[in-house]
């Protein structure tokens, strides 16, 4: 009786063999990335300035920039080469604005990034969010020509917008890119005018002071982005941007500034969640039962041989092959591109938006739910009972908004009203949404990738939230 049953019993698959959180500990330095996300008002210079920091940073080839170059002259736009780094399609050329997030990356001496590329014009706001919405840190571009500041930040102006979205969707720290200083002589005084206006302004958003940093650049001529200024290339800067703790040197580059950033600590600990961007049958482990899903690990860490469940469904498999950015790995940690090999796994049960858990600790899936939303600028106004479509990472379900709790100041938090009929443009407001289908959900506070939605009706983005209460 004793061999039956030890021909049954072992597991053929040992289950986490390796303590990861060491593993990823002494590896740590070689795989932060930090997603950085641009913002400012149009015209501010957020393109010529990113692509200008790109080609410093020799992350676009000379020939290519030259190319750059002569197609501008011909169109009679020279200072739209830089820009062009950033864009993509001859439309966005002509046209001479971004209309498109442009991924790309770059790393300072001691950080990765990962760059998403927002646009600053009106009509583009909801392409800004979904940059915005996996943004860890942010660049805040200013224009500080002659009232080119006042029509960002006053009025209409999307300076003070930006922020507190950004703000909103859980970026923290910010560098202030105080833009086109060349054209007002480089003065000291607009410099520390700006720059006292937004700091006020941005501590009222909830921002820290010790997590905004700001810094005097030009983006066209390349000053003081990538490398510090010499004393004598440009002293009038020189004279008065000095390093805090070494005045014998001039003050920190951008470049110096985004070195800084802090990581936001990546939830390694926390119980395993891989939300599934893309899925297909087999993988580099061929066998008849295996399926392969990608996306990023949202939290947690996975190891060859561990079991897994995915939910909706509760189906279990096991992970029999892990690649990392296309390299094969034994394990994979939150914030990993991924690729994982899972056995065991019938394919009619993965979807897109399906994730992919530990086995002991999986994610509640939901059809209502509380959010905090920002609303942006629908075309109808939001009412009780308004259909709309819910995005959160690859996946999108139809949800409507069933019940409007109240809006709320979102710099004070304080209530303005219970129960309104309808949310206007630009506010904040507490709803309880109900979505058709299933979707797997954390809440914010526990998640910050699995906790951020969007809601978008006819093609627009039309407000974005954090998950608050599971029902
Ligand atoms: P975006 O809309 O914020 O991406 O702004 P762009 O990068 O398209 O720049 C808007 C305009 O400002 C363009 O004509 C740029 O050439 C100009 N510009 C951008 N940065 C600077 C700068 O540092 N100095 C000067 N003088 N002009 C700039």
Redesign the pocket.
Known sequence: VSGTESTITPSVTPKRRLDVVAEYTRHQKTRETLNLVVV??????????M?HLLYALGQVNERTMKKFERDAEKIG?G??A??WVLDETDEERSR???MDIATSAFATKNRRFTLLDA???RDFVPNMISGASRADVAIL?V?A?TGGFESGFDGNGQTREHAILIRSLGVRQLVVAV?????VGWSEVRYAEISARLLDFLISCGYLRDDVRFAP?????G?NLACRIEADSLPELASWYRDASDSSKTGPCLVDLLDTFTMPERPISKPFRLAVNDYFRGGSFSSANSVSVSGRIAQGNVQIGEHVVVIPGGERGSVKAIDVDFESQEWAVAGDSVVLMIQGLDIQHVSVGSVVCAIERPIRSVTRFEAQLVVFDPAVPITNGFPALLHMQSLNVPVVIHKIIETFDQRTGEVMKRRPRHIRKGATARVELVTETAVCLELFKDSKELGRIMLRKGGETIAAGIATLLK
């Open positions: 400012g008002h149009v015209d501010a210079g957020k393109s010529t300035l692509g736009k200072s739209f830089y820009a001479g604005v971004t646009p600053g014009h571009v224009d020509s833009n086109k200083l060349d054209v650049v030009s983006g066209l001529k000053t």
